[in-house]
């Protein structure tokens, strides 16, 4: 069989049969570089997937041309390293006299998601500290930035959007990385 490889990354044989097909991997992992295990990924049109032990994924045989969205997604145990010095952390935040120090901790500030950090945060966060109920209301307990993302304002990372998910519009057979950072 003769076999030869076009410009867009397709193989085809003397028959004209199509090998073509993409891979999107990915890592996730917390601000400090921690893996995250258990991360549902869900992508379109495919059975949702689960981060392994090193908080890596991969999805393999997809076809060019389709469009994919990676939706990373993990809604479990609320009251995880949740602390009440978070309490004092978040309250020196809001003063003004220490801030948070990265955008990603003032995300996970934002208990009600409301995008921004004010005592209606500490007041859910306080619920939940003292097991008024055992998750947030308004919010999952976890949520998930494209690594790559760059915010426009570190101090307010609200003040724009940023990505929980990636997009894939007429998909190309190369492998496409989507990591991101668990918060």
């Given amino acids: ?14 028959a004209f049969s199509i090998d073509c097909t993409g891979m999107i991997a990915g890592r996730i992992a917390n601000e400090e570089g921690g893996e995250v295990q258990n991360v549902e990924i869900d992508v379109t049109g495919m059975t949702p997937l689960s981060t392994d032990i090193n908080g890596e994924y991969s999805i393999e045989d997809l076809i060019p041309g389709n469009n994919y969205t990676v939706t990373p997604e993990k809604d479990v145990d609320h009251t995880n390293g949740v ?14 006299v220490q801030t948070l120090g990265s955008p ?22 306080r619920s939940l500290i003292l097991q008024i109920y055992d998750e947030f209301p308004s919010n999952t307990s976890w949520r998930f930035v494209e690594k790559d993302f760059v915010f426009p304002d570190a101090a307010n990372p609200f ?3 940023f990505p929980e998910l990636i997009s894939y519009n007429s998909f190309t057979p190369n492998e496409e990385l989507a990591d991101f950072v668990a918060v």
């Fill in 104 to 125: 990603y901790k003032v995300i996970a500030a934002d208990a009600n998601n409301s995008g921004t950090v004010t005592t209606l945060d500490l007041v859910e966060l």
């Fill in 83 to 96: 602390t009440t010095y978070d309490l004092v952390l978040i309250s020196q935040h809001i003063l003004g």
């Fill in 1 to 14: 069989i003769v076999r030869a490889t076009s410009a867009n990354g397709c193989s085809t044989d003397i």
């Fill in 159 to 161: 003040a724009t959007s």
